[in-house]
């Protein structure tokens, strides 16, 4: 019988928080805005990787006439030892001056020609690119080869002195490098050519910042919920109170009822408006990875590895994730619970808004805690896990990243749900007993020691 009619208190105070329009347009537009964000975040950073990671395109020139007075007769030709593709057939000729060179261009009617002028200022090699007026070829060009040239400055700078280049054509070619671990060594198999091999090495790397990044994400899910609703759950208590409604509803509603029905449906309200947010920045994030794959190619589809051997890595075991929705819920509900003991104590907002601080030094405490000692996933401390005002914040996180065993976790999430049951008895107990109290100010202390007999 302790909580009869808790149904009828749900509804009208969950209808209550939801119907209004501040709360729908708020659920949908922070839902929206939230699925932008991941897409915008791995749309830019996809451009960035992209531009970092483009291969050197090819300039499209056919010969290119140096001006060197330094070294009028270096070959340049050592150029197209370099290997790198659309610079490996371009003929160098050398020409005394620019007029020269366009000059020869011109009357060659070479249209794929350009023309390279080195030279010395202050100690420093200089290099200019002249595009012909009959040139087919646009700054597109100049430029790719202007990057061709920063990229293989070293040996530029070598040519350009007048250094005899015929014993440096072995110097110019690339070497090839293969990685082993130690059993691939044994098998001829290096890693890169190894694919389960390399998404292995990937993943393992990945996954402690993942596992960390997770820690984070639950810690803030319970301290914004908590923050934006349990001073909602406080405030709508002593709302009973001052209205004098409980006076009334007493008589047929227990008060572990009324103070359990109020708070879920705030709660509820809360976590709904909660997982439509979560819903946008999961739908943004899947739609930014595809979009950050697409554009990135193979490095994208590291992110899609890590997700495709969630099984293999010990993540999101279905048992594990349940254990861990479990955790979340009663992690809020116990924070929530607090909040209202709190308010079961307080007669005027006055005196809620100073009996506030119950639950949100708790909070803060547990939250430090959390962020400082719950992201060390090689080595957790367990006792996070245990503690329920610590537990509700690091246990969904630490059971479905496997960072502990279930055992561990079942354990945690039966102290949740006693701490949880406990308070809420305790909260309905305050409430009752307060109802026609009108003396001094209450505190929890002095509340406790009134429900003792003292």
């Keep these: 019988?302790?909580?009869?009619?808790?149904?009828?208190?749900?509804?009208?105070?969950?209808?209550?928080?939801?119907?209004?329009?501040?709360?729908?347009?708020?659920?949908f537009l922070t839902a929206f805005i939230l699925f932008i964000i991941p897409v915008a975040i791995f749309l830019i950073a996809g451009y960035a990787m992209k531009n970092d990671d483009d291969e050197l395109k090819s300039c499209g020139a056919d010969r290119v006439y140096v001006v060197d007075p330094e070294a009028p007769k270096a070959d340049f030709n050592i150029l197209n030892v370099?290997?790198?593709?659309?610079?490996?057939?371009?003929?160098?000729?050398?020409?005394?001056?620019?007029?020269?060179?366009l000059e020869t261009i011109e009357d060659r009617g070479e249209t794929k020609s350009i023309i390279l002028q080195i030279r010395k200022q202050d100690g420093d090699l200089q290099s200019r690119i002249i595009l012909p007026d009959s040139s087919e070829l646009d700054k597109d060009d100049v430029k790719n080869y202007n990057d061709f040239l920063e990229?293989?400055?070293?040996?530029?700078?070598?040519?350009?002195?007048?250094?005899d280049m015929s014993d440096m054509t072995e110097f110019m070619k690339q070497t090839e490098y293969s990685v082993y671990d130690t059993e691939g060594y044994k098998t001829g198999t290096d890693i890169y050519a190894d694919s389960d091999k390399l998404a292995e090495t990937q993943n393992a790397k990945i996954k402690p910042g993942f596992n960390m990044a997770l820690t984070y994400l639950c810690v803030i899910i319970i301290y914004v919920v908590i923050i934006m609703y349990g001073n909602s759950i406080l405030q709508n208590i002593v709302l009973e109170k001052s209205n004098k409604l409980m006076d009334t509803m007493l008589i047929s509603i227990a008060p572990q009822a009324l103070v359990f029905g109020k708070m879920l449906a705030i709660l509820t309200s809360g976590i709904l408006q909660l997982l439509a947010w979560l819903a946008g920045l999961a739908g943004g994030a899947v739609v930014g990875v595809k979009v950050f794959t697409s554009m990135i190619g193979v490095q994208g589809n590291v992110v899609s590895s890590f997700v495709s051997s969630f099984g293999e890595l010990g993540l999101f075991k279905p048992v594990n994730?349940?254990?861990?929705?479990?955790?979340?819920?009663?992690?809020i509900i116990m924070y929530a619970s607090l909040s209202a003991v709190a308010g079961s104590i307080s007669s005027t907002r006055e005196e809620a808004a100073s009996n506030q601080s119950l639950f949100v030094m708790i909070l803060l405490f547990s939250f430090y805690a959390a962020l400082f000692k719950g992201i060390n996933t090689t080595n957790p401390a367990i006792w996070l896990y245990l503690f329920p005002f610590t537990s509700a914040m690091v246990l969904p996180s630490g059971i479905c990243s496997?960072?502990?065993?279930?055992?561990?976790a079942v354990a945690g999430l039966a102290i949740l749900i006693a701490s949880s049951l406990g308070l809420i008895i305790l909260a309905g107990k305050l409430y009752k007993m307060m109802a026609l109290y009108k003396g001094n100010k209450v505190n929890i202390g002095k509340a406790i020691k009134m429900l003792a007999g003292k």
């Design 402 to 408: 496997g960072v502990i065993s279930t055992g561990v």
């Design 1 to 27: 019988m302790m909580f009869k009619n808790f149904d009828k208190v749900f509804k009208f105070t969950f209808k209550n928080q939801t119907s209004t329009k501040g709360y729908k347009s708020g659920t």
């Design 151 to 163: 990229q293989s400055g070293t040996i530029t700078s070598i040519v350009a002195s007048g250094v």
């Design 321 to 331: 994730v349940i254990v861990g929705i479990l955790a979340l819920i009663f992690g």
């Design 82 to 101: 370099s290997g790198i593709e659309g610079y490996t057939d371009i003929l160098y000729s050398n020409a005394e001056t620019i007029d020269a060179a």
